[in-house]
Antibody
Framework: EVQLVESGGGLIQPGGSLRLSCAVS????????MNWVRQAPGKGLEWVSV???????YYPDSVKGRFTISRDTSKNTLYLQMDGLRADDTAIYYC??????????WGQGTLVTVSS | QTVVTQEPSLTVSPGGTVTLTCASN?????????PNWFQQKPGQAPRALIY???NKHSWTPARFSGSLLGGKAALTLSGVQPEDEAEYYC??????????FGGGTKLTVL
């Protein structure tokens, strides 16, 4: 059974850092294209980052230079390192698998709140 | 800046048919954008419905179908059920480097 479980969210002050984790079972993270997607309260979905199996990473301008996607093969886990957090980064963060142009499996999300 | 546009809201009667669309400000949406469609209900994670324009996942009900329509990606629901009331999002791939979600369509079944 495929499962993606996010963790690491919480309340953080503006300018702070946080690392999110996405523990995966049922498939191998390093063999797949993996993404982070976020959703601000009451708003729509926003793509945040992607990592390809060969290690290439991409980000939208809204987080480029502040967020870093990575993975740990031994733990079969995906990460999102978030630095320089701002109030508008407040959102539920989801990890999702991208399988042949298909975002098929999603986690349940972890809430990040940036506030003083 | 790339913007993907969906109808903010639509209303359909039970048993009816409704089509949601997904447009790109860069021009006509083609199969090269690999349109995906997702359903999201309050308090839940998004659920994948359609990928690469027309393909259904094993869990996608038969009443959902995807297509290209007039330069846009489209999601058609035929024989709408009350449980189809939800927010629907499209996703477009811009090459291998960028993805953009639409703003979402709130579908009301009334």
């Amino acid at each position: 059974e495929v499962q993606l479980v996010e963790s690491g969210g919480g309340l953080i002050q503006p300018g702070g850092s946080l690392r999110l984790s996405c523990a995966v079972s049922g498939f191998t993270v390093s063999s797949n294209v993996m993404n982070w997607v976020r959703q601000a309260p009451g708003k729509g979905l926003e793509w945040v980052s992607v990592i390809y199996s060969e290690g290439r990473t991409y980000y939208p301008d809204s987080v480029k230079g502040r967020f870093t996607i990575s993975r740990d093969t031994s733990k079969n886990t995906l990460y999102l390192q978030m630095d320089g957090l701002r109030a508008d980064d407040t959102a539920i963060y989801y990890c999702a698998r991208d399988s042949q142009w298909s975002y098929d499996y999603w986690g349940q999300g972890t809430l990040v709140t940036v506030s003083s | 800046q790339t913007v993907v546009t969906q109808e903010p809201s639509l209303t359909v009667s039970p048993g009816g048919t409704v089509t949601l669309t997904c447009a790109s400000n860069t021009g006509a949406v083609t199969s090269d954008y690999h349109p995906n469609w997702f359903q999201q209900k309050p308090g839940q994670a998004p659920r994948a419905l359609i990928y690469s324009t027309t393909n259904k996942h094993s869990w996608t009900p038969a009443r959902f179908s995807g297509s290209l329509l007039g330069g846009k990606a489209a999601l058609t629901l035929s024989g709408v059920q009350p449980e189809d009331e939800a927010e629907y999002y499209c996703l477009l791939f811009y090459g291998g480097t960028q993805r953009v979600f639409g703003g979402g369509t709130k579908l009301t079944v009334l």
